[in-house]
């Protein structure tokens, strides 16, 4: 028996008379629902999940709403890396602001049920989630009906939040013109914003520059394809191909999605338009540039502002698909979307401290180098121009392929010291520990060098 109450988006199942359990229903939950959904995951699962607003509401009024999945929620572990999902930026995108809504149902379940591979991902991973970053354009989308392609992909001050981040890439390539480049952690070279962020942006810079993410993904709709940066062409002229110095880390991280997507690394799948081949034929993957030039984008943000890897993901060529098409594309979306929160463990990840006193040294700069071999006598000595920086606690992640790299931490007043380590990316493992005991440099020396 099933008493729908369709205004809080669940179907209630009488299992006995005196059990009720709360089973997700498949439909297009309005802003009160998604909260209400939200807050009954939390209530089946509370020692693993909380539920929070970001700092700002939307324009018209609604809280920027988050699950959270760890072990300790609330709190960031040493050595943990953090994973985000957002949807629903533009408005009338709507299939990704579903799926994370059952996402967060489905995490919960597997979890009581004792799914030891979810469980296992839980405890190592901190997952936030979140289904509505634009959640005034979803109702105004769906109050049109929502199968127009323009109404709801603005916010209600008519900004494409996609184009309201800082132009980060723009700064990077100027730079780089001038040979001046540095190439992360952007914004402190920015004196002043050229316009005022929407709130909604606001809201979500704050979270990125405050939350040690290593990787996360933006999910879309209009295409079938995952999407990596850089997103803005070098040439402003033309949608050229821009490559970001970590495109194999990129391309292993969008792959890792296709490849489990049954429709999107398919060569046979059409592209939206029909009126060429799809991304399939590629891998179901591609670089943003050479799709088409974004500026101002969040994807190519979190990348040069911060320690995050972040993708893009087109769910599929009908931006709002219809209620009876979601539980499918939950099944063709499921494997894929866990599977990419594995990948915040492949590389390397450790502590840098104080080789005396041992306290953690908080924006440690780790340089990282490829001296994979290529054959008997020749090796690789490529120097990735993409530095990240430990945390508030001195860890840090460093998300690498398969190969063997050199991995140096600096700080001003300590001598640097180099590793050289072999990284093999186990399947669905955490990423092996590379730790950095820095010593003082009140007396002069060179840099160490250790084999890990």
Partial sequence: MCLALVT???????????????????????????????????????????????SENSVAGNPLLLIEFSGEPGYHELLEPEFKYIANMHGNEVLGRELLLKMADYLCEQYMAGNESIRSLIHVTRIHLMPSMNPDGWEMATAAGGDNYLIGRANNNSVDLNRDFPDLDRLLYSEEEERTVRNNHLMDQIRHLDHPPQPETLAVMRMIMEQPFVASANLHGGDLVANYPYDESRDKDGSIESLSPDDDTFRHLALSYSKLHPRMSDPNQPSCDDTSSGFGKQGGITNGAAWYSVEGGMQDFNYLSSNDFEITLELGCEKYPKTERLAQEWEDNKDALINLIWQSHIGVKGEVKDAVTGRPLVNAIITTRNVTRINETHARKDLIKHDITSAQGGDYWRLLTKGEYEITASVRNYLPLTKRVLVTNPHHEPAFIVNFELQSATNQGQRTWVNS
């Fill in 8 to 54: 809080l988006g669940f179907c209630i199942v009488l299992i006995s008379p005196k059990v009720v359990q709360a089973a997700f229903q498949f439909k297009h939950h309005n802003n009160e629902e998604l909260a209400t959904i939200l807050e009954d995951v939390h209530s089946r699962c509370p020692n693993i999940t909380k539920v929070y607003a970001l």
